[in-house]
C-alpha cells in the first residue's frame, strides 16, 4: 500500500485512525521512547567525563540541546521523543559525583583521590577497580556510602516527577541492575508511578537477578509497581536465557512464573549491538547479520577476553522465544515469553539514535571519529594508519557500536499509566534508531477484513489477539495482518516479513516470510520472499534513493504450514531499504573511504513483540 508523504503530526493523526480512534477502548497511538539512559550519576560514565545531569537528559529528550562531553552540542534532529527514563547504575550510584566535588567531604578521602587522578581512558584503572564490583558483588573500600546513594537516587526521582508531564511527555523513575559474574546479566528497573523504595537494588545486593525479581515482587506487595527489562543478551556468554536457574538449577513452574511476573519485555537492540538473532543461529534469515556485536579478543573489565561471546545458545532473543516454547511442550512452562523493545544505553544523557549525527556512547572516550575508530587520527590514510602500533588505536570493538534503538508501544494516551500499561501487556515494538510505527494481530477469518482500511482497526481488535498476546487454538489456520509506516525523516519501506518460530517432534524450528513488497512486486509463491526492489545508496553523498520503496506496508497473510498441534510465535519485522551507516558518514565528512571492516551501509528496521499460538 503506498501512501502520501506525512509530517510527523500528519503520521501521528493517520496512525491514530489506523489505531481505531472511533472507539475509546481501542484507540492506540505509536510513541516512541528510551528506557535505558545513563547520567554523570553513573561512575562509568563520570569517569568519561560525562557532567549531564538528569534535568539534562530530560531536556534532550524534549528536544532541546545537550552540551557532549567533549564541548559540542548534541540534539534530537527527528523532533521530540514521548517518553524517557534515566537509567544510572544502582552501584555506586552517584559516588564518583561526589568523590569529584570539592564542596563534599567525600572528595578528601583516600580513594577519591585514587580514582580522580587516575587514567580515564577508556577501560583504564578506574573503571576497572569499580567495575569489578559487578563480577564479584564486593564493594570497593571506601566506596561504600548508601547515604550519597540514597540522595543521588532521589535526585533521580525528583527529575522525572519535574519532566513528567501526561499527555505530552512521559518520564519514568527507573535504576540499571548491572551484575556481570563475569557476562553480561544486566536489567534495566522501571518503575510506574512516583512511589519509589527508598534505595534501588544493586550488584552488592546480589549477583543473582531471581533476587531483583523477588525484590520486585516484595515492592509490589507494598504498592510500588516496577518491572526489569534485561538487556544485551548478545554480551552474556548464553547466561541470559540458560535452561537452569543462577544457580545451576533446573527451572520450574515457579521460576518461569516469577521471571515472567517481573521481565516481560527484552530489549533486543541498543548500541552495544543487536540481540535479534544472530547468522550462526538463523542461517535461513538473509537479514539476521545486522550490527552484530563482533566476536573480539579485547579485554573488556580487566577480565581478559571477558565479553567474547562463546556460547550463542542462550544469548539472543529469538532462539530464547524458542527454548521456552520447547519447555512448554515437554515441562507445561515457558519462561521467556517476553515482548521485545529498543533502547539506547547512552552514557552521554542523550541517545545517538540517528546515523548521520551519531556521536557514540561514553563520552570523551568515543566521542568523535578518530576516538572510536571510523576515521584515522591527524589526516592519516587507512594505509597510513595501519603501522600505527595497536595500543595506540581505539579498541577495535568500538566500531561494532551501533546507533540504536527506541523503545516503541501502543498505547491509549501519553501517560505513565497508559504507557506502562502497554509494556505490561507487551503491546510494544523495537526499532534501530528510526521511528517506524509498526504492529500485528493474529486470529482467525481475518481476510474478511480489509486490513488497509483504518476503519477496521476497532474490528482487528475485537476479533484478533494483537501482538504481546496469546492466540488459542483452533482448526483454521493462522492468520496475520500488519502493518508498518515509514519514519518521514527516513528511508523508504521494503519489505513486511513474519518470522515464525515453532516446535516440530521436539525440536525448535524457525522462517521467515516477506508478506508485503514495496513498489508493487508480490512475493515469490516457492521461496516466501520479495524480489529485490533495486534501491541503492550513493556512497559519495549518502542520499537516500527516492525512486524506490514505499511510505507504508500492510498485509493479510494466512501461515502457509500451520500444523495445529505445533506450539508456534509469529512477530513481523519491517526493513527500510538501504542507507549509510554511521561509520560511512563519518568517513564522507572526512573526504576518505570508509572502513573496510564494516558494511558501509545497513537496512533500519523495526521488531514487534510476538503472538504465541496455544494448541
Known sequence: ???????????????????????????????????????????????????????????????????????????????????????????????????????????????????IS??????????????????????????SHPDVRRRTWKRIVDAAEEHNDPGRFTTFAGFEYTSNPPYNLH?????????????????????????????????????????????????????????????????????????????????????????????????????????????????????GNAFHNINLKGSYAREALLTGLQMQAVSGFNPYRFGLIGSSDTHNAGGPYEEEFFYSKVGASDGTPARRGSTPPDGMSWVEYEDVPANKKPSAFLTDWSASGLAGVWAAENTRQAIYQAMRRKETFATSGTRIQVRMWAGYGLNKLTHTDASDSDALYSAATAM?????????????????????????????????????????????????????LVPDHATHRCPDNGATVDLQTCALDAAHGDTALSAHWTDPDFERTQLAFYYVRVLENPTCRWSTWDALRAGIEPMTNKEAVIQERAWTSPVWYLP
Request: charged share 25%; net charge negative.
Open 118 to 143: 587516575s587514567d580515564r581512558a577508556v577501560f583504564g584503572p578506574a573503571f576497572q577497580k569499580m567495575a569489578g564490583t559487578l563480577i564479584t558483588g564486593e564493594e570497593v573500600e571506601g566506596a
Open 468 to 520: 504481546g498476546g496469546d492466540l488459542v487454538a483452533s482448526d483454521r489456520p493462522v492468520e496475520i495482518v500488519a502493518q508498518a509506516v515509514r519514519d518521514p525523516q527516513s528511508a523508504w519501506l521494503q519489505r513486511l516479513q513474519v518470522v515464525k518460530g515453532w516446535i516440530e517432534d521436539g525440536e525448535q524450528r524457525e522462517r521467515v516470510y516477506d508478506l508485503a513488497c514495496s513498489d508493487g
Open 187 to 303: 536489567r534495566n528497573v522501571i518503575f510506574q508511578g512516583s512511589s519509589v523504595p527508598d534505595l534501588p537494588f544493586a550488584a552488592t545486593d546480589s549477583l543473582n537477578p531471581e533476587d531483583l525479581w523477588r525484590w520486585l515482587d516484595a515492592q509490589r506487595e507494598s504498592g510500588i509497581e516496577a518491572m526489569a527489562i534485561p538487556h544485551n543478551s548478545n554480551w552474556s556468554n548464553g547466561l541470559m536465557f540458560q535452561r537452569t536457574t543462577f544457580d545451576g538449577k533446573p527451572i520450574d513452574a515457579e521460576y518461569a512464573a516469577l521471571r515472567m511476573r517481573n521481565e516481560p519485555l527484552v530489549e533486543i537492540t541498543q548500541v552495544k549491538g543487536t540481540s535479534d538473532s544472530h547468522p550462526l543461529l538463523s542461517p535461513n534469515d538473509e537479514w539476521a547479520d545486522f550490527e552484530i556485536f563482533a566476536d573480539t579478543p579485547d579485554a573488556f573489565l580487566g577480565g
Open 1 to 115: 500500500m503506498k501512501i502520501g508523504f506525512f509530517s510527523r503530526v500528519g503520521l501521528a493523526c493517520m496512525i491514530l485512525v489506523m489505531s481505531g480512534a472511533g472507539s475509546a477502548a481501542e484507540a492506540r497511538l505509536a510513541l516512541f521512547g528510551d528506557l535505558h539512559v545513563h547520567t554523570r550519576y553513573s561512575f562509568d560514565a563520570y569517569i568519561f567525563n560525562v557532567r549531564a545531569t538528569p534535568d539534562d537528559a530530560y531536556r534532550y529528550a524534549k528536544g532541546e540541546p545537550l552540551k557532549h562531553a567533549l564541548g559540542y552540542p548534541i540534539r534530537l534532529r527527528g523532533g521530540p521523543l514521548d517518553f524517557y527514563a534515566v537509567t544510572d547504575h544502582a552501584t555506586y550510584l552517584g559516588v564518583l559525583d561526589a568523590f569529584g566535588n570539592p564542596q563534599d567531604p567525600l572528595s578528601r578521602s583516600a580513594l577519591a583521590a585514587e580514582l
